[in-house]
């Protein structure tokens, strides 16, 4: 099991920029599918990006296509989440997690390894 804690979280006004970060533990980086999640107060957890073992693959929700860009560095044993033009409907708590099946498009549930996440408030 991979340990894996997120920071850079904060707040910010529409339009802005946040980079989170995700430094793991325990484990390589490299030999994992890297997700970034969040959960809004009131809904389920959701999608946000991934990527694959090399950093060659990502994969995106439509909703934050073209705004976020994941990144890793395998050698740093740790996973970005750049985010632009922050709205409002961002704000959420938001985990990275990780998984072995070399799937970037797997979904939330084959993802075993989480952090406790970091909390984005984008204000209008």
């Known amino acids: 099991q991979v340990q894996l804690v997120e920071s850079g979280g904060g707040l910010v006004q529409a339009g802005g920029s946040l980079r989170l970060s995700c430094v793991a533990s325990?484990?390589?980086?490299?030999?994992?599918?890297v997700g970034w999640f969040r959960q809004a107060p009131g809904k389920e957890r959701e999608f946000v990006a991934a990527i694959n073992w090399s950093g060659s693959r990502t994969y995106y929700a439509n909703s934050v296509k073209g705004r976020f860009t994941i990144s890793k560095d395998n050698a740093r044993n740790t996973a970005w989440l750049q985010m632009n033009t922050l709205k409002p409907e961002d704000t959420a708590v938001y985990y990275c997690?990780?998984?072995?099946?070399?799937?970037?498009?797997?979904?939330?549930?084959?993802?075993?390894?989480w952090g406790r996440g970091t909390q984005v408030t984008v204000s209008s």
């Open positions: 325990g484990g390589s980086l490299g030999e994992y599918v």
């Open positions: 997690a990780a998984q072995d099946t070399g799937i970037v498009e797997a979904g939330l549930d084959v993802y075993d390894n």
